[in-house]
């Protein structure tokens, strides 16, 4: 039963423009949410966050967006760079949680 | 500046045959964490220790086995391993021993084991 979803595998974009990336969570009970970046033969680095008494949430080129009633978040990235090209992690914990879990990750590919 | 470090980066082994993956933080983290990683399934949690001295299973804990040493030091063990625990294996720390909601793991670079 996955709990967190991220439904593409991998998505493309050209250098400049947006990548916006989704996830897709069926707990409710979810009131906090991350998303991690990992490059080949590393592991995985927090990104950004967001609590679920917000909707959005900015940090430089990165920005969380999140959906409580269709339980969704998103990740936009603006402008895009080479070096964005990674595979990218969503994760949610619960409250009172120790854990985190995490989605099945998308592999972002900036073009030049 | 080294985090967390995981030892050895890569293994193979023959089925049946054991290992002990090591584990180490430096930055005086209170929670550790195993995670398995394979194609299409994400980050997967094996067990993880709240503080020294506990440790609870996690959602993929059958056919392993861990220890924590003291406070730096999270080992995964594998007693018989087989084909199906092919995976990357990653380490992690936190800080907080009380559930948080806002918990942010640090990774170190991985452990890639093929069962023969």
């Known amino acids: 039963d996955q709990q967190v979803k991220q439904n593409s595998p991998s998505l493309s974009v050209q250098e400049g423009r947006i990548s916006i990336l989704n996830c897709d969570y069926t707990?409710?009970?979810?009131?906090?949410f991350l998303w991690y970046k990992k490059y080949p033969a590393e592991g995985p680095t927090f990104l950004i966050s967001?609590?679920?008494?917000?909707d959005k949430n900015e940090d430089g080129r990165f920005t969380v967006f999140l959906n409580k009633s269709a339980k969704h978040l998103s990740l936009h990235i603006v402008p895009s760079q080479p070096g964005d090209s990674a595979v990218y992690f969503c994760a949610a914990s619960a409250k009172g949680a120790q854990k985190l879990v995490f989605g099945q990750g998308t592999r972002l590919t900036i073009n030049p | 500046n080294a985090g967390v470090t995981q030892t050895p980066k890569f293994q193979v082994l023959k089925t049946g045959q054991s290992m002990t993956l090591q584990c180490a933080q430096d930055?005086?983290?209170?929670?550790m964490y195993w995670y398995r990683q394979d194609p299409g399934m994400g980050l997967r949690l094996i067990y993880y220790s709240a503080s020294e001295g506990t440790t609870d299973k996690g959602e993929v804990p059958n056919g392993y086995n861990v220890s924590r040493l003291n406070k730096r030091e999270f080992s995964l063990r594998l007693e018989s391993a087989a084909p199906s625990q092919t995976s990357v294996y990653f380490c992690?720390?936190?800080?907080?021993?009380?559930?948080?909601?806002?918990?942010?793991?640090?990774f170190g670079s991985g452990t890639q084991l093929s069962v023969l």
């Open positions: 707990n409710s009970m979810f009131d906090y």
């Open positions: 992690a720390s936190s800080v907080r021993t009380k559930p948080a909601t806002n918990e942010k793991l640090f």
């Open positions: 967001i609590s679920s008494i917000k």
């Open positions: 930055m005086n983290h209170n929670s």
